[in-house]
């Protein structure tokens, strides 16, 4: 049965269900899976610098394993993320949009650090979902004029493969007694998040 389309409303409400920290480690999920693809950018344009978005993410990580950072240094982060984010109007490459959608949803997890806001968590789902997206439409050459376009995109492998892995993530930190550091740890190192990115073909 395949999974129905993202919806922000539906994922903001059980998101609220959950404390910051769970909020939090979804977000994280969900970068983890953006981040291949900046590397991907990296390696095709000759531009940008993957260990700032990297250790931007890590950061998160500690702060989840209760490592405390201060609001300057969580606005260091940002800055840092920001200056190696891509423009559009600069590259052609294919994967300029889900590079800047890795930077873009780590800077809305380190603005979380300093102030939780639900949205933005959504905000970084939508990024991966929407990464794929513009992705499936450019490698399947789909015309954005089929009356079957959304549907096409909503079926593609690759698309039902990031909602699959959303719901599951979901739903484990929905269900864990707690997040202690083997939970934490196991996350971190499950399937989407061992160096493959969304817009790998199974």
Not at 24 to 52: H, M
Not at 60 to 81: D, S, Y
Not at 144 to 150: M, N, R, V
Request: with cysteine; glycine share 4%.
């Amino acid at each position: 049965m395949a999974m129905p389309a993202f919806n922000a409303l539906f994922t903001k409400e059980r998101l609220r269900n959950l404390d910051e920290s769970r909020q939090l480690l979804f977000g994280a999920l969900c970068c983890e899976r953006l981040l291949p693809n900046y590397i991907a950018f990296q390696k095709d344009t000759g531009w940008g610098d993957f260990s700032v978005v990297r250790n931007a993410l890590d950061n998160v990580w500690k702060f989840l394993g209760a490592e405390v950072m201060t609001a300057q240094e969580i606005a260091a982060e940002i800055l840092k993320c920001e200056a190696v984010t891509p423009s559009s109007d600069e590259f052609s490459s294919l994967y300029v949009t889900s590079a800047q959608d890795a930077c873009f949803s780590v800077c809305c997890l380190l603005d979380c650090l300093v102030q939780a806001d639900v949205e933005k968590i959504v905000q970084v789902a939508m990024y991966a979902t929407d990464s794929v997206d513009l992705y499936v439409q450019e490698i399947d050459e789909m015309k954005p004029g089929d009356p079957s376009l959304e549907e096409k995109i909503l079926t593609h492998r690759l698309m039902q493969r990031e909602l699959t892995q959303q719901e599951h993530d979901l739903k484990a930190i929905e269900l864990a007694p707690s997040l202690d550091e083997d939970f934490l740890i196991r996350c971190k190192s499950s399937w989407g998040n061992n160096g493959k990115s969304n817009l790998d073909i199974p």
